[in-house]
């Protein structure tokens, strides 16, 4: 890997004078004094002795200081500015730091000749430093995101169980009755579960078309064709229903069948406010009548007024006031017939311009962001992107912004914005997609991915670095404990473990194709240059077959795959995140 010169933020090299090792150069700065020549000014003790051509200043180093309109820029910050000394240094950092890493002496080598140690001080001094552009970067945005979710969609219930939702409110029978749900409780203090797929969380069924709640979608279709229109005998109003569900004693229901035909004998029908020969728009009409089945109907946008079809007596499913309209419910595409006020208490979607389930798309509401081409096929592919940047409350962006800050702010110094921000994306994705294949039905959010292929990269440093430290596998030891107790606390609800586990594999294969090296001779620069190139080979064919895994041959139900995302403890600690009518259905997964 090319090892270039000058510093990425045109800094000289000043480096730090490393007591304890003597693996780094230091280079001292030119102290060269310059002599007081006639005619020249001294200073009162500012730093600034003389007046040097085209109105610099010439400090007692010898260095020319410019001067900004009336002002001088003071000698102190001129240092600081170009001061290098805190350059990260290789093979240390913040966790070997941390850790109590150290360096082995120039006198032992480690194994290495005199001309490898003179090699590996010459490679080490022309490493690069950089600025964290990218960490400074990422968080804003995230913190940004947060607080625009926080605005839009409030805080969910906080807790680690369920909470009961309850209360009165008018149902599509025009009866008042007692509610109650539960939904799920966010350990995070931030957000619903239902507000972050909306915002882009890691959803699967909004990234394809998932088989099972399709098939669910279907069964309410199937049972929607054999509804008819429950009139009230009070002419109190009409709703779509079952002949189950409408009252016998207070309501009529018509439904259309071989003894009673519709319009054009019709047997499919009739729906509350709704008959093709009463739409102006889309009309039903040569080539392009409505099909005998009303879950083909489209939404009428323009109809008859119920004043004209009353004043001639036309059908009583037209001239009846309409008082129930679908509404999408929970985040698995479940639609229900109901009032406006059933379906603002249960947090749910209303279609006022819609009279049948049918008609609406309950999975684009669930998934929200860009509408999906094709209403029965989600495509929200990129929520395997956007998810990096959304957290699921107060708490879980803390914990992200710590380590941005401490420990990706140390590896970027490293190796600079571009490539901590490959690593940081690709990782993110990966992980992503592996817990969308495994756990299709959690909305995981946040870039847990990312940080454990941040978290790679400290591995790959110390292989790399070997033979300069002075315990390297007590320092690899340490890694791999704290790596350890991380992978067993992703076993606790709402942490994605899929995520870490398939984000630090793929960091671990890109630190070792884009982080740089130090080669100890010919022969281990060969192998690494070509171990760079097996890493990205193995980085594309396993981000392949995730891909054929998801989309070509998906994988629904693994009840073994959920134990390793989450142990349930209780019978509640690992529960689905959708709202429950049924209390005791809620443990399910």
């Known amino acids: 890997m090319e090892q270039r010169r000058s510093g990425g933020n045109g800094k000289p090299h000043y480096h730090p004078t490393l007591n304890q090792h003597e693996w780094y150069r230091p280079s001292t700065a030119a102290t060269a004094t310059s002599s007081t020549t006639p005619g020249s000014h001294s200073s009162g003790g500012d730093g600034l002795d003389s007046m040097g051509p085209g109105g610099a200043m010439a400090s007692s180093s010898g260095r020319l200081e410019a001067r900004v309109g009336r002002s001088r820029i003071w000698k102190r910050i001129l240092d600081h500015c170009f001061d290098n000394s805190d350059r990260r240094q290789y093979g240390m950092g913040l966790t070997g730091r941390l850790f109590g890493r150290s360096f082995r002496s120039m006198r032992t080598r480690g194994g290495l000749h005199r001309q490898d140690v003179s090699q590996v001080k010459h490679q080490l001094d022309e490493m690069e430093d950089y600025r964290p552009y990218f960490t400074w970067w990422v968080s804003c ?310 940080q454990f292929g941040l978290l790679a990269c400290l591995f790959v440093e110390v292989i790399n670095c070997w033979p300069l430290i002075r315990h390297p596998w007590s320092a690899l030891g340490r890694l791999v404990g704290m790596t350890g107790v991380l992978f067993l606390i992703g076993l606790l609800p709402w942490v994605d473990n899929y995520a870490h586990i398939f984000g630090f594999i793929f960091g671990f294969l890109l630190s070792y194709a884009l982080l740089p090296f130090v080669s100890f001779g010919p022969y281990d620069r060969r192998r690494k240059v070509l171990l760079i190139w097996v890493c990205l080979l193995a980085v594309l064919v396993m981000l392949s077959a995730l891909i054929i895994l998801f989309y070509v041959t998906p994988i629904y139900e693994c009840k073994i795959c959920e134990y390793l995302n989450c142990i349930p403890l209780t019978s509640e600690l690992c529960g689905e995140q959708n709202i429950n009518f049924n209390r005791k259905h809620h443990s399910l997964i």
């Open 141 to 450: 945005v995230q913190v940004a995101v947060f607080l625009l979710s926080i605005l839009c969609y409030g805080i969910a219930p906080y807790g680690v169980s369920v909470k009961q939702q309850s209360g009165q409110v008018l149902m599509a029978s025009l009866s008042i009755q007692t509610v109650a749900y539960w939904e799920p409780e966010n350990f995070w203090w931030g957000p619903r579960a239902a507000d972050l797929i909306h915002l882009g969380a890691k959803f699967a069924p909004c990234m394809r078309k998932d088989e099972k709640i399709f098939r669910d979608i279907e069964e309410q279709r199937r049972s929607e064709r054999e509804t008819g229109c429950c009139i009230r005998n009070d002419d109190s109003g009409c709703v779509q229903s079952s002949r189950r569900e409408c009252s016998t004693r207070l309501s009529v229901w018509k439904k259309w069948s071989e003894l009673a035909k519709g319009p054009n004998g019709r047997l499919s029908g009739s729906v509350c406010g709704q008959d093709p020969d009463y739409c102006k728009e889309p009309a039903s009409v040569p080539p392009h009548e409505w099909p005998d089945d009303i879950t083909r109907w489209p939404i009428c946008r323009k109809r008859t007024s119920i004043q004209a079809v009353r004043k001639f007596h036309a059908a009583e499913h037209m001239a009846c006031e309409v008082i129930g309209h679908p509404c999408c419910i929970g985040i698995h595409g479940e639609c229900r017939i109901s009032t406006r006020e059933y379906c603002n208490f249960v947090r749910g979607y209303f279609h006022e311009e819609a009279t049948l389930c049918s008609q609406v798309s309950c999975m684009n509401n669930v998934c929200g962001m860009v509408p999906f081409h094709s209403p029965d096929h989600p495509d929200q592919f990129y929520r395997l992107w956007t998810s990096l940047f959304i957290h699921a409350g107060v708490f879980h962006l803390a914990i992200t912004l710590f380590l941005q800050f401490f420990f990706m702010r140390d590896l970027e110094k490293l190796a600079g914005p571009v490539r901590i921000g490959m690593i940081y994306i690709i990782s993110g994705i990966a992980g992503n997609l592996a817990s969308a294949i495994f756990v299709p039905y959690r909305a995981e959010v946040g870039p847990s991915g990312s």
